[in-house]
């Protein structure tokens, strides 16, 4: 059973424009949700994290959308660079515990 | 200040063999969580330890076991091998569980580990 989902396993962007990255979550309970970027033969690289009492959270040029009632998460990336191409996981945790949930990932293509 | 490191950074082992992936946590990290990633697939959750103690587990066989040492740097081992153990093994570390304030809840992957099965 798949708790966390990222439907889209791929998405392309020109340069310049927004990249919209989208997860679903199954478990009402989950407190905490963190995006990661992945490039090919590397680790995971944190970029932003948001709580469930927020619904918004804002970095440089990412922002992370919580809806609880759709149990649904997004990463926007304004203006998208051809540097931010790789993969974007999404992970989500239950309050008592740091086992965190990962999505399978959306590889997001960044045209120049 | 280091990151999370882990060695060796590929790793070749034959069906049947045991492998040791090693991890050092980022300075004054004391939990320390293994992931395994297989070709294609998402990040599936192995082990979290925290000041020593094993505090969660994901669904693999008994096979996969690991061990913190004081120090709070990790080892993660897989007996009898097969070929499906085949993938990336990624090692994280976050502050102790429960902490508030900023990255309080977050946790850093390292590089990871290739693990080959021939």
């Known amino acids: 059973d798949q708790q966390v989902k990222q439907n889209s396993p791929s998405l392309s962007v020109q340069e310049g424009r927004i990249s919209i990255l989208n997860c679903d979550y199954t478990?009402?309970?989950?407190?905490?949700f963190l995006w990661y970027k992945k490039y090919p033969a590397e680790g995971p690289t944190f970029l932003i994290s948001?709580?469930?009492?927020?619904d918004k959270n804002e970095d440089g040029r990412f922002t992370v959308f919580l809806n609880k009632s759709a149990k649904h998460l997004s990463l926007h990336i304004v203006p998208s660079q051809p540097g931010d191409s790789a993969v974007y996981f999404c992970?989500?945790?239950?309050?008592?515990?740091?086992?965190?949930?990962f999505g399978t990932g959306t590889r997001l293509k960044v045209l120049a | 200040e280091a990151g999370v490191t882990q060695s060796p950074t590929h790793l070749i082992k034959t069906r049947g063999q045991q492998a040791t992936l090693r991890c050092s946590p980022i300075?004054?990290?004391?939990?320390v969580y293994w992931y395994q990633q297989a070709l294609g697939l998402g990040l599936q959750f192995l082990l979290w330890y925290d000041e020593g103690e094993e505090r969660n587990r994901g669904n693999f066989p008994p096979r996969f076991s690991g061990r913190q040492f004081p120090n709070y740097s990790s080892e993660l081992n897989v007996n009898a091998l097969e070929l499906e153990d085949s993938a990336l093994y990624l090692c994280a570390s976050s502050k102790l569980f429960g902490t508030q304030g900023p990255s309080g809840n977050t946790i850093y992957f390292g590089e990871g580990s290739w693990l080959t099965v021939v």
């Open positions: 478990n009402s309970m989950f407190d905490y």
């Open positions: 948001i709580s469930s009492i927020k």
């Open positions: 300075s004054g990290h004391t939990s």
């Open positions: 992970a989500a945790k239950a309050p008592g515990t740091y086992k965190y949930i």
